[in-house]
């Protein structure tokens, strides 16, 4: 199937643990992203990929790094987890407006960190 | 930056009913206003979107009408069924203003459909 998946889908860590959320598109798109919903369900965009370059870097603490080692991957690390990192993480995918795409984005099945 | 508001926060409409939630925007340059449904676990998937230049879309049972003199945005779905219920959320983005596409999102709207 065409997606955009992420692994794993639960994760369950203590304070201070480094991990990592991995994310897959098979869609053929060249922009991802990462976004955090928190308890509130708010939805805010964290950082974009376009063709393994940074693009998008909203205000997140620098204990979060995304790595692109390709256009159809997206992963994020968190350094030294806080309590207030408990959250759905969501990967997303888009082919932009001007490079044969619609810039509409996929939403993969998110990830939901728990922080204890 | 954007500023995207959305209303209701909850709605409940009986099976068979209309419903409407409202977004607005604070970007008038913001040009591509999509709206996403996620069901509980999931992620949010798209359901309509409409770009600036339109006025009115519609798909099936869901219509999207913009005014852009107003910055607002409306989600209308007829004829509500039980697996409409959901979460709703609009967004607002600049289309085309390069290779990513920063979508602000509304604050959700939790819909209902009693039976």
């Known amino acids: 199937d065409t997606a955009v998946s992420q692994t794993p889908k639960y994760l369950v860590t203590q304070m201070g643990n480094d991990k990592s959320i991995k994310c897959e598109q098979n869609l053929g798109h060249d922009t991802m992203y990462w976004y955090k919903q928190d308890s509130k369900k708010f939805l805010k965009i964290m950082f974009s990929?376009?063709?393994?370059?940074?693009?998008i870097n909203e205000t997140v603490p620098n204990r979060f790094s995304p790595k692109s080692p390709d256009k159809a991957h997206l992963n994020l690390h968190i350094n030294s987890l806080e309590l207030g990192d408990s959250a759905v993480y969501f990967c997303?995918?888009?082919?932009?407006?001007?490079?044969?795409?619609?810039?509409?984005?996929?939403f993969g099945p998110g990830t939901r960190l728990t922080v204890l | 930056g954007e500023n995207v508001e959305q209303h209701p926060s909850t709605l409940s409409v009986q099976e068979g009913d209309s419903a409407v939630i409202k977004c607005t925007y604070s970007?008038?340059?913001?040009?591509?206003f999509p709206w996403y449904k996620q069901e509980l676990g999931k992620g949010p998937q798209l359901i309509i979107d409409i770009r600036s230049n339109v006025g009115e879309k519609k798909d099936q049972r869901i219509a999207v009408t913009l005014n852009k003199t107003a910055k607002h945005f409306s989600l209308h779905i007829t004829e509500t069924q039980p697996e409409d219920s959901a979460v709703y959320f609009c967004a607002a983005s600049i289309r085309g203003a390069g290779t990513a596409s920063k979508l602000t999102f509304g604050t959700g709207t939790r819909l209902q459909v009693t039976l």
């Open positions: 970007d008038s340059a913001s040009n591509y």
């Open positions: 990929y376009n063709n393994k370059e940074l693009i």
């Open positions: 997303a995918s888009s082919q932009a407006y001007g490079r044969g795409g619609t810039d509409t984005q996929y």
